[in-house]
Nanobody, 129 residues
């Protein structure tokens, strides 16, 4: 089974940048995609970006396009969430998750959280004004 651990959360100023990390262990090829999600207090969990294991194809929710990226380091089994120009809406608990492998050559990812099977414990991001 795949295990995921997030890190890098903290306090950041409005308009600032922060990089979150999602380190994978266990069966580190047993997934089709990894996504980042956030959940603000009292809100539903929502997808932010995702990246496919094959081809590293990415998909971003509209309101983060041009500000967030999802780079990966295969040697470290780590996927990052680079967040720039953070807005007040950025305050949330951020989770990374992996979609269980379909053992196909699928090279796309979907942002919806219901598609994902393995979840990390989350890391808190607070944006101060």
């Amino acid at each position: 089974q795949l295990q995921l651990v997030e890190s890098g959360g903290g306090l950041v100023q409005l308009g600032g940048s922060l990089r979150l990390s999602c380190a994978a262990s266990g069966f580190t090829s047993d997934y089709d995609a990894i996504g980042w999600f956030r959940q603000a207090l009292g809100k539903e969990r929502e997808g932010v970006p995702c990246i496919s294991r094959i081809g590293s194809r990415t998909n971003y929710v509209n309101y983060v396009k041009g500000r967030f990226t999802i780079p990966r380091d295969n040697a470290k089994n780590t996927v990052y969430l680079q967040m720039n120009s953070l807005k007040p809406k950025g305050k949330a608990v951020y989770y990374c998750a992996a979609e269980r492998s379909t053992y196909t050559s699928r090279s796309y990812c979907l942002i919806g959280p219901s598609k994902y099977d393995y979840w990390g414990q989350g890391t808190q991001v607070t944006v101060s004004s």
